[in-house]
Nanobody
Framework: QVQLVESGGGLVQPGGSLRLSCAASGNIFSRYTMGWYRQAPGKQRELVATITTENSTNYSDSVKGRFTISRDNAKNTVNLQMNSLKPEDTAAYYC?????????WGQGTQVTVSS
């Protein structure tokens, strides 16, 4: 089993920044994809960004140019630097770890963007 520990959520004003972190531990595969997804109240869960073991990245159009995903393969950690935050970024953010076998999810961390 894999355990995901998330941190970094909170309340910020529009235009502010937050940095989310997620560390994976347990039965880690040699190759995997990690990423961030978010879900606002009454909405479906949506992709924010993903990154592969080889550092290939994928971003939702809504966050391109504002968010940056990165990883430390040695520590099995993924980070999400969020800049120029907007009220529509408000959601619960979930860390994801994906292998050819299955996906794992963190408990989620709340991000609220409000003045």
């Amino acid at each position: 089993q894999v355990q995901l520990v998330e941190s970094g959520g909170g309340l910020v004003q529009p235009g502010g920044s937050l940095r989310l972190s997620c560390a994976a531990s347990g039965n880690i595969f040699s190759r995997y994809t990690m990423g961030w997804y978010r879900q606002a109240p009454g909405k479906q869960r949506e992709l924010v960004a993903t990154i592969t073991t080889e550092n290939s990245t994928n971003y939702s159009d809504s966050v391109k140019g504002r968010f940056t995903i990165s990883r430390d393969n040695a520590k099995n950690t993924v980070n999400l630097q969020m800049n120029s935050l907007k009220p529509e970024d408000t959601a619960a953010y979930y860390c994801n770890y994906r292998t050819v076998v299955r996906s794992y999810w963190g408990q989620g961390t709340q991000v609220t963007v409000s003045s």
